[in-house]
């Protein structure tokens, strides 16, 4: 023991590092094959260039369709659509259209789609990839970066207090940011 604390078991090491913002990755190209995913597993990455990275399953559709097209968005939708979050990441492309659960239009640079609903998105072509067994993370340049100014500040960000950006726990459990302070 250090200072209290127990053995996690290294396969859910991830664990600690939740609960994280639950976003919707876009893959594909509007009008033939797009598609949506959740992924939690989302960061910045560099300020010189911009990138954003998000680690992708190889077994998921979307891995398939960014190795296509070699580009992706991250949409983020907020705590009223955990449910549409849940629904696009618990389902497979190949089995549903998930543009049906979801809408989702083309790019202005990308031709991935971007969520209806969206507050905020990130149109980004790869950069770079790393290689896992079961993953691959994927380090895209963003080229094109959306938000929606009702709850956007372009200095301070984010402004959101009733219905803020869903945090994922796993499974089906989410948290909601509850409050907001300085230091
Ligand atoms: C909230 C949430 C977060 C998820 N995060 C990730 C992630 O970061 N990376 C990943 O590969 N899968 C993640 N998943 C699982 C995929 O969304 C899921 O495997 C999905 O069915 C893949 O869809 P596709 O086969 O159409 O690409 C997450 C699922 C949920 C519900």
């Known amino acids: 023991?250090?200072?209290?604390?127990?053995?996690?078991?290294?396969?859910?090491?991830?664990?600690?590092?939740?609960?994280r913002p639950a976003y919707v990755i876009g893959s594909g190209s509007v009008?033939?094959?797009?598609?949506?995913?959740?992924?939690?597993?989302v960061t910045p990455v560099a300020e010189e260039p911009?990138?954003?990275?998000?680690?992708?399953?190889?077994?998921?559709?979307?891995?398939?369709?960014?190795?296509k097209y070699k580009e992706f968005t991250v949409n983020v939708l907020p705590f009223d659509k955990i449910e549409v979050i849940y629904e696009v990441g618990s389902s497979h492309g190949w089995e549903v259209n998930k543009l049906e659960i979801l809408p989702g239009t083309k790019g202005k640079v990308v031709r991935a789609p971007i969520a209806e609903g969206a507050i905020g998105a990130l149109e980004c072509k790869v950069y770079d990839s790393i290689e896992a067994?079961?993953?691959?993370?994927?380090?895209?340049?963003?080229?094109?970066?959306?938000?929606?100014?009702?709850?956007?500040?372009?200095?301070?960000?984010?402004?959101?207090?009733?219905?803020?950006?869903p945090l994922h726990n796993w499974g089906r459990g989410f948290f909601q940011v509850g409050q907001f302070r300085k230091v």
């Not at 859910?12 to 590092?17: M, Q, S």
């Not at 033939?32 to 597993?41: L, Q």
């Not at 994927?138 to 372009?154: I, K, L, N, R, S």
């Open 31 to 41: 009008g033939r094959d797009a598609n949506f995913m959740a992924a939690s597993w």
């Open 1 to 19: 023991m250090i200072f209290g604390l127990t053995d996690l078991e290294l396969e859910k090491f991830y664990l600690i590092l939740h609960p």
């Open 50 to 67: 911009p990138l954003v990275g998000v680690a992708v399953d190889v077994e998921s559709h979307t891995y398939g369709l960014i190795n």
């Open 133 to 165: 067994e079961d993953v691959i993370f994927y380090a895209g340049e963003v080229v094109q970066a959306w938000v929606d100014p009702e709850y956007f500040h372009m200095k301070r960000g984010w402004s959101i207090k009733n219905n803020p950006i």
